[in-house]
């Protein structure tokens, strides 16, 4: 009975300070949050530490999105707090993000006292309840003795496996009952045993496959990034010199610059991507899930036979959508080096010369320039913002972005070539996540150039937080590409509403940059192609200030190659096609 | 449930918490997959559940139902009963007319299924029946509608036959 270790304590402390203990334990940095009547004790307790530090947002929905994008740039596990009621809804959003893109999380949110569940309660709802669907679990604390394995066991679920986000509802009188702190070293759960190895038999299987074939093609996703797998994937290609797509979630886990990567694919994705994805002969998916916006139509992509290889951590993600024939379930890290072992030991022999003949098709596809847009003397192009954002940064920055249109262009044309670096809402399509996300990696990266590229119509969904960015002084560039419409929508009404354009034109916008300016941050707006470089660079000059920019750009420009819903991958529309340099 | 597809019946275990049936019925929902039946009890280990579900589905759904369960964290273990040999059993309960001659006819009609009558009022019997859904079904169907004042079924239990055992 000599000294007390570090994970616990002799003395009865309540349940607030386990909880916070228990976040020490964890090594938490930040914690993005809000308070409120049924997390005061946490807030109290919070008040008397300062190992992590606590963000306060001015909305819940922005301490998910934030503690979302600390996370993905980088791989730790983000940590929100929230109240009850209102706090835990306005919150459902940003957990509903994090799940569709598997980002680990550990979210706290309070719960009204234990004698008051169920009877309706000020501030009461059903959190457990109305969470369920979107997390990858959550836990109702109903004991303080419970707390310390409760939260070892949320930090594990949520890194460990295929990740997510993992809520954990703790009542009022909970967090002020006593006991005493014990973190347990280690957790094992009966029903939860998530594979990392790969079958080596299946792997091999796989190798043997990708050797021989004629047209290889890799497809990486996000599970690359996720799983910190980019070092193996560039090893991989590099090794067996095979063309290599990536989803949206996936930029940045191999490098853009170099000339076996196709761009990304899918419905905005290149022609060579998608092409060369449907004429493979096997193809490698590695981290990604087929998903709708991937592969369009699944019949169309079916039409064409091909060997599919599919290694994923999630069982469940194989043979989902389209059928398998060699599932690898493992970390894909995991995996790949097996890959890389195999392949240094055994040297399969390649099908060279197929291969070559492979890659002149691959280059014939690329000749259609499908990326190339018309440059104008009179209005912003877009596109032409990206690219110049990507050289005045040198294509170092941490990119987020909200959702629609500016979020393709972002993709398409900010060339990735580190993973993490791009931060974005693929699966669910969260209007409003591009501002939190660049304040949760500029806490990250104190250090980095944050670019927030977004559209007028996102920004305005948590408009509100340019307020905490000037409260902890967060040098964001946001690169707001303003085109008076819902972009993305008024481009859909446009090819399949015959013009009709329903509601998708936003009218009355604010000064942006007197608001900007309201909360003490620099507003720039930019309005002629010829002022775009130098604009971009005397804000990202401007080191240590938040600089709101915005270019004010084509009304109607789209975004190509673009495949309609329900058409199948090699059935794009190029902006060749429809003449879009004229319009 | 209007599907022709296969039927299957689930069984699994699960820990014995909170929340967890609903996380399961909830997975069913969210994911628009067929729910004919649902049963669930505590077993011999009261940290765990036992559930038994009745779905259909084509053999990639079945598929895909399987690793979902499997993926939830409180689901222990599942196992397809139709992989394999399976008994599976239902219990009913009816309450039916049995007044005059109906009162022997019913008595009869009972004994034929193998069912007990478990409760004599005036003017009705309350029958128990077990066994599998059809023959429940048969047993409904051979009486008058008219005859039925109220049935309560629990929805089919299964196991494994011989040494089939899903045990943790």
């Known amino acids: ?583 | 449930m209007t599907t022709s597809a296969p039927r299957h019946i689930i069984s699994l275990l699960m820990e014995n918490e909170a929340g967890a049936l609903s996380r399961v019925a909830g997975l069913f929902s969210a994911r628009g997959y067929n729910i004919e039946s649902l049963t669930v009890a505590v077993t011999e280990d009261p940290t765990l559940s036992r559930m038994t579900i009745v779905t259909s589905g084509s053999e990639a759904i079945i598929e895909q139902i399987i690793k979902q369960l499997n993926k939830l964290i409180d689901v222990v273990k599942v196992l397809d009963l139709n992989d394999g040999k399976f008994i599976e059993r239902e219990l009913m309960l009816v309450k039916v007319k049995a007044t005059g001659a109906f009162r022997e006819e019913m008595k009869r009609m009972c004994d034929i299924f193998r069912g007990r009558i478990i409760d004599v009022a005036d003017g009705s019997f309350t029958i128990e029946l077990t066994g599998s859904g059809t023959k429940l079904d048969a047993f409904i169907e051979s009486l008058d509608k008219a005859a039925i004042l109220e049935t309560v079924r629990t929805g089919a239990s299964g196991i494994g036959r011989g040494d089939r055992i899903l045990k943790v």
């Open chain 1, 1 to 583: 009975m000599a000294d007390t270790p570090k994970n616990s304590s002799s003395k009865q402390i309540t349940g607030a300070e386990i909880l916070i203990r228990c976040l020490h334990e964890e090594n938490v940095e930040f914690v993005f949050g809000y308070p409120g009547g049924a997390v005061l004790h946490i807030y109290d307790a919070i008040y008397h530490q300062d190992k992590f530090k606590h963000i306060l947002v001015r909305h819940e929905q922005a301490a998910l999105h934030a503690a979302d994008a600390y996370s993905r740039s980088t791989g730790k596990v983000g940590v929100a707090l929230v109240t009850s009621g209102p706090g835990a809804t306005n919150a459902v959003t940003g957990i509903a993000t994090a799940y569709m893109d598997s980002i680990p999380m550990v979210i706290i949110s309070g719960q009204v006292p234990t004698y008051a569940i169920g009877e309706d309660a000020f501030q009461e709802c059903d959190t457990v309840g109305i969470t369920r669907p979107c997390v990858k679990h959550n836990f109702l604390v109903k004991d303080v003795k419970d707390i310390a394995a409760t939260m070892k066991k949320a930090f594990y679920v949520a890194a460990s496996g295929r990740p997510g986000p993992v809520l954990v509802d703790i009542p009022k009188d909970i967090t002020a009952d006593l006991c005493k702190f014990e973190y347990p070293e280690s957790v094992s759960l009966r029903s939860y045993n998530p594979v990392t190895k790969g079958h080596l038999g299946q792997i091999k299987k796989a190798l043997k496959l990708l050797a021989e074939a004629k047209r290889p093609m890799v497809y990486s996703g996000g599970g690359v990034v996720l799983g910190d797998a980019s070092a193996h994937l560039i090893k991989l290609i590099q090794s067996m010199g095979i063309p290599i797509t990536s989803t949206l979630m996936g930029l940045g886990g191999f490098p853009a610059s170099d000339e076996k990567f196709l761009g990304m694919l899918g419905m905005h994705g290149t022609y060579e991507a998608n092409m060369a994805m449907q004429e493979c002969d096997v193809l490698l998916a590695v981290g990604a899930r087929f998903d709708d916006r991937v592969i369009g139509n699944t019949k169309h992509f079916l039409s064409t036979p091909r060997t599919i290889i599919h290694i994923d951590i999630d069982p469940s993600s194989i043979s989902k959508r389209v059928k398998i024939d060699v599932p690898i379930v493992g970390d894909v890290k995991s995996v790949l080096a097996d890959m890389n072992e195999l392949i240094a030991t055994e040297k399969p022999a390649q099908n060279t010369n197929a291969l070559a003949a492979w890659f002149k098709q691959i280059n014939a596809w690329r000749g259609k320039k499908c990326l190339d847009f018309k440059q104008s003397d009179e209005f912003i192009k877009p596109q032409y913002v990206i690219q110049k954002l990507h050289e005045v940064t040198k294509g170092e920055a941490f990119v987020t972005s909200d959702v629609g249109q500016h979020q393709m262009w972002a993709a398409q044309y900010y060339k990735f070539n580190d993973p993490r670096r791009w931060i974005n809402s693929g699966g669910l399509g969260t209007m409003g996540v591009g501002l939190p996300y660049a304040m949760g990696v500029q806490f990250a990266h104190p250090n980095a150039q944050v670019a927030c590229v977004t559209g007028e119509g996102s920004i305005q969904m948590n408009i509100q937080e340019l307020s905490t960015c000037a409260q902890y002084h967060l040098p964001i560039k946001v690169i707001m590409l303003n085109n008076r419409y819902l972009g993305m929508v008024r481009q859909w009404q446009e090819f399949f509403y015959e013009n009709r354009y329903s509601e998708s034109y936003m009218d009355s916008l604010p000064d942006f940059v007197k608001l900007a300016e309201a909360y003490g941050h620099v507003g720039m707006q930019i309005t002629k192609p010829s002022d775009v470089e130098g604009a971009l660079k005397e804000a990202f000059d401007m080191k240590s200030r938040f600089v709101f920019l915005d270019f004010i750009t084509d009304q109607k420009e789209n975004v190509f190659p673009m495949i309609q819903n329900g058409k199948g991958l090699s059935e794009m529309i190029l902006a060749s096609d429809i003449g879009a340099e004229d319009l």
